[in-house]
């Protein structure tokens, strides 16, 4: 229970900081809102070249809605962390009681909160504006979702602890973590349109498979059966990334109270 | 009857590669005791706060809170200590009420609306508690961290240098406010501060650090006299510049 109160405290503080001063919200919504737009259109115009056999609306917003969920979900775990940078309430927040894990575990409920709410918002626009409809995945939207958030939180806990480690002046390198993985995930293109090389690499990333199913459900209509080990893959390599990088992030947090970085951590 | 041990300090060592920030240190403050730490900009006292807070792993020696090893007790420990310190504010960006509604979860504060409201009303934080703690001014801030300080009750409470920059009354308002919840709880305190007449008002006794160590123990009203010096600020300025002269 009281692990549970300390969790709570981590998301409550974030739900207050929204409360405080919307304009926060421009981060939850507005940029989401104009990437699904921009793409919106681009894919209703490449729909009226007449060429393809498939419709583009159908993969690209797809492949647009899935993608800035991943970036959401690291972005809530990152600006959750970033909140105490930029508030200087490292010391306050790890002289209480506060574990570690139910700091993590705290970030991580702020992102699924966040990220569920821009999630809604995409599929609003999408439907009304573009006629998309990313609920016609059916049930199979839920372990891609899945997949990704646990992909997402990971890309979060890293950039967390490379600030951690190396000051607040790291937040450049947390931000566009997931723009720096996106050209190995399949997002647009399938993986095999990679360099042989190239491919290794993607399919060492939980989120191509989820490009790549998500490709295959809207091009043929249907589920088959050799999405299953794909989606088995993804979601393995998912939760080994993440117990690995929370055992980084512990590492890091080790490291921090023996240099006495928590104290002096804006100084860094 | 013999008084309940809250903090005992053995060997106390932080070290950075070659530099002993803190040197060896031995210590204890029992309940309902306050204790000065004092010494220059640099001694050693704010990473002895730290390593007490566990925000900072000592390089060697032993924290023992309420007769449990710090290190493996960490998060049951810190339930029952809490901190005030000039350099460590509440988050600007939330109202007063938000801030100690937060901590309160943090620390498992029962009936915590309750205890909120009390410490809104004992701090004269009341007319402020819809306010982000950032628009505050230094004295209303000061009372906010004293109130989160206290929000728990805790049985070891650190504060460094809690009324440093305060014009004197509002130093006098809080360090009533302190007296009156060490007379009423019988929490034990350990203090920092560059402001002498202060700790000779309010330490039972006070520990000297110079350069990592602790130079001078005693009771600050008698201290002076012992080294033939007029007062507690001539002592430390003593030991400031000559720290080798006073020792024993």
């Known amino acids: 229970m009281k692990n549970l109160k300390r969790v709570y405290a981590v998301f409550i503080r974030q739900v207050f900081l929204l409360r405080g001063n919307p ?13 699904l737009l921009l793409w919106g259109f681009i894919s209703r ?21 899935l993608n800035e969920f991943l970036t959401r979900v690291q972005q809530g775990v990152m600006t959750t962390f970033l909140e105490d940078v930029w508030s200087r309430n490292f010391l306050n927040f790890f002289a209480s009681p506060l574990k570690i894990k139910e700091y993590v575990g705290g970030m991580v409920v702020s992102s699924i909160f966040t990220s569920a709410a821009g999630f809604s918002v995409m599929i609003m626009i999408a439907g009304l504006g573009f006629g998309f409809n990313i609920l016609r995945i059916g049930f199979y939207l839920l372990p891609f979702l899945i997949i990704l ?18 000051g607040p002046s790291a937040e450049w390198i947390g931000w566009p973590i997931p723009f720096a993985l996106s050209p190995f995930m399949g997002i647009f293109y399938p993986v095999s349109a990679l360099p042989h090389a190239l491919q290794a690499v993607a399919r060492a990333i939980p989120a191509s498979y989820v490009f790549e199913g998500m490709r295959k459900i809207l091009m043929t209509g249907h589920f088959s059966n050799d999405l299953v080990p794909m989606l088995l893959v993804g979601s393995g390599l998912a939760l080994i990334y ?3 990088m929370y055992l980084i992030f512990f590492k890091v947090y080790r490291y921090v109270l023996k240099n006495g970085l928590i104290g002096r951590f804006g100084a860094e | 009857m013999s008084k309940d041990l809250n903090l005992k300090v053995t060997g106390l060592t932080k070290e950075y590669g070659p530099t002993k920030a803190v040197d060896n240190i031995s210590f204890s403050i029992t309940e309902g005791e306050v204790v000065g730490l004092l010494g220059p900009n640099g001694a050693g006292k704010t990473t002895t706060i730290n390593m007490i807070l566990g925000v900072l792993e000592p390089s060697g020696g032993d924290i023992e809170i309420f007769c449990k090893s710090a290190k493996e007790n960490r998060s049951l420990v810190n339930e029952h200590l809490n901190l005030a310190a000039v350099y460590a504010q509440l988050p600007e960006n939330l109202t007063v009420w938000e801030n100690l509604y937060v901590f309160g979860l943090l620390y498992n504060i029962q009936d915590l609306k309750g205890r909120i409201k009390y410490l809104l009303k004992e701090f004269d934080l009341e007319k402020f ?8 001014s230094s004295g209303e801030q000061s ?10 009750e805790p049985k070891l409470l650190l504060l460094d240098e809690p009324t440093a920059s305060l014009d004197p009354s509002t130093s006098r308002l809080i360090r009533e406010k302190i007296r009156k919840f060490v007379d009423r709880t019988g929490a034990a305190i350990l203090w920092t501060s560059h402001n002498m007449n202060e700790i000779e008002a309010m330490c039972d006794r006070v520990l000297f650090l110079s350069h990592g160590k602790i130079l001078l123990e005693g009771n600050p009203r008698t201290l002076p006299k012992e ?4 007062d507690l600020e001539e002592l430390f300025i003593a030991v400031a510049r000559e720290p080798l002269s006073l020792e024993l």
Do not use: E, P
């Open chain 1, 45 to 65: 115009y490449l729909d009226t070249l007449g060429k393809a056999t498939f419709s583009f609306a159908t993969v690209l917003l797809g492949a647009v809605i």
């Open chain 2, 143 to 152: 009372r906010l961290n004293l109130a989160k300080a206290i929000l728990n």
């Open chain 1, 23 to 35: 304009i926060r919200l421009v981060n939850i919504f507005l940029w989401l809102s104009v990437d």
């Open chain 1, 149 to 166: 958030f646990l992909f997402g939180a990971t890309l979060g806990i890293l950039a967390i602890s490379i600030i951690l480690r190396f």
């Open chain 2, 227 to 230: 080294y033939n010096k007029k």
């Open chain 1, 242 to 244: 993440l117990v690995l």
């Open chain 2, 129 to 136: 508690k819809d306010q982000k703690a950032g628009v505050l």
